[in-house]
């Protein structure tokens, strides 16, 4: 009896070989990398990158694109920095401000993409240049926040192995925002939704499912995540930076599209996003060990992956026509 993997299925079983084999390799060549300290760091270090990855499957399932999540991360940064530290507005006042703004700019360019057929391309690479330039308007400089509310979030920690484990609110976060999209796209009907319109929006239509609803939906899903990853990032830095996330969105796509979703729309993970952003951690957290390679390399290797992973979509979607 021969073992057949579902072709859906494949690109994510590559991912986590490609994950482990990197991590244990790592681990190999440097011991102190299969530390519980160093393992809870990849979810503390790419918190940001990951809550944006996360929202950006979900508009990638759906067979559109978003440029726009590291303009965002950058803006939301700033305007909480700005509301509490210029302002002198509570953090959680001016966090809950940033996320609604996120949606609403989401939104926006759902709206865009589905009312006047515009390519989602198009609306966020015009939503990219809005946020990353409404980010420079608020300031130029970055700015540092020194508030008794971040420090006591910095110093928060869940314990999961007392003395050898313990998560900080980015990695929490991250965990959470992961969770939550699982149990959306796998258990909600929005989730169901938003692989059937990827897979074929006129068959999605004729099903009678909201297609409309569902692509404007997958933006503002996405720009929640962005407004968080930028509050995340205030939280990791206490700061808020109109430089922050800049090239953010490459990184994202690549994490998605390693963790195997595919670029067509109606196939892949959230698990398989998690699984790409762990891989960007393991390859940064390796470089740093060696000490002697540039961290451009992580870059390098990424772009390498990448390129690999869109030529193993090529073939599944290929083998599927034929």
């Given at each position: 009896?021969?073992?057949?993997?579902?072709k859906s299925v494949l690109p994510f079983a590559i991912t986590?070989a490609v994950c482990a084999l990197l991590y244990v390799a790592?681990?190999?060549?440097?011991?102190?990398?299969?530390?519980?300290?160093?393992?809870?760091?990849?979810?503390?270090?790419?918190?940001?990158?990951?809550?944006?990855?996360?929202?950006?499957?979900?508009?990638?399932?759906?067979?559109?694109?978003?440029?726009?999540?590291?303009?965002?991360?950058?803006?939301?940064?700033?305007?909480?920095?700005?509301?509490?530290?210029?302002?002198?507005?509570?953090?959680?006042?001016?966090?809950?401000?940033?996320?609604?703004?996120?949606?609403?700019?989401?939104?926006?360019?759902?709206?865009?993409?589905?009312?006047?057929?515009?390519?989602?391309?198009?609306?966020?690479?015009?939503?990219?240049?809005?946020?990353?330039?409404?980010?420079?308007?608020?300031?130029?400089?970055?700015?540092?926040?020194?508030?008794?509310?971040?420090?006591?979030?910095?110093?928060?920690?869940?314990?999961?192995?007392?003395?050898?484990?313990?998560?900080?609110?980015?990695?929490?976060?991250?965990?959470?925002?992961?969770?939550?999209?699982?149990?959306?796209?796998?258990?909600?009907?929005?989730?169901?939704?938003?692989?059937?319109?990827?897979?074929?929006?006129?068959?999605?239509?004729?099903?009678?499912?909201?297609?409309?609803?569902?692509?404007?939906?997958?933006?503002?899903?996405?720009?929640?995540?962005?407004?968080?990853?930028?509050?995340v990032y205030c939280f990791y830095t206490f700061s808020g930076?109109?430089?922050?996330?800049?090239?953010?969105?490459?990184?994202?796509?690549?994490?998605?599209?390693?963790?195997?979703?595919?670029?067509?729309?109606?196939?892949?993970?959230?698990?398989?996003?998690?699984?790409?952003?762990?891989?960007?951690?393991?390859?940064?957290?390796?470089?740093?060990?060696?000490?002697?390679?540039?961290?451009?390399?992580?870059?390098?290797?990424?772009?390498?992956?990448?390129?690999?992973?869109?030529?193993?979509?090529?073939?599944?979607?290929?083998?599927?026509?034929?």
């Amino acid at each position: 009896m021969k073992f057949r993997l579902n072709k859906s299925v494949l690109p994510f079983a590559i991912t986590l070989a490609v994950c482990a084999l990197l991590y244990v390799a790592a681990g190999v060549r440097f011991p102190a990398f299969f530390s519980f300290g160093v393992f809870g760091n990849f979810f503390t270090d790419n918190a940001v990158l990951g809550i944006a990855a996360v929202g950006l499957t979900f508009v990638i399932l759906s067979a559109e694109i978003d440029l726009s999540v590291g303009s965002m991360i950058a803006l939301t940064s700033m305007l909480v920095a700005r509301l509490v530290m210029n302002r002198e507005w509570h953090p959680l006042l001016a966090i809950s401000l940033a996320l609604a703004f996120g949606v609403a700019f989401g939104t926006v360019m759902g709206a865009l993409v589905y009312f006047f057929r515009i390519p989602g391309f198009l609306v966020t690479l015009g939503g990219l240049f809005f946020a990353r330039g409404a980010s420079y308007v608020l300031r130029l400089e970055s700015i540092a926040i020194d508030h008794p509310f971040f420090t006591a979030a910095s110093e928060w920690h869940l314990p999961l192995i007392p003395g050898k484990l313990d998560l900080g609110l980015p990695a929490c976060l991250f965990i959470l925002v992961f969770l939550l999209a699982m149990a959306v796209a796998h258990y909600m009907p929005f989730g169901r939704n938003v692989y059937a319109l990827g897979g074929s929006e006129p068959s999605a239509g004729l099903m009678g499912l909201p297609t409309g609803r569902t692509r404007i939906g997958v933006f503002a899903l996405s720009g929640l995540c962005s407004a968080l990853a930028g509050v995340v990032y205030c939280f990791y830095t206490f700061s808020g930076n109109p430089n922050a996330a800049t090239g953010l969105e490459l990184d994202a796509i690549a994490a998605v599209v390693i963790g195997g979703t595919l670029l067509t729309g109606g196939v892949g993970y959230i698990a398989g996003t998690l699984v790409g952003v762990l891989i960007f951690g393991i390859i940064q957290t390796a470089i740093t060990f060696d000490g002697r390679l540039s961290s451009w390399w992580t870059k390098i290797v990424i772009g390498a992956l990448l390129l690999l992973f869109l030529l193993l979509q090529k073939l599944i979607q290929t083998k599927a026509v034929k």
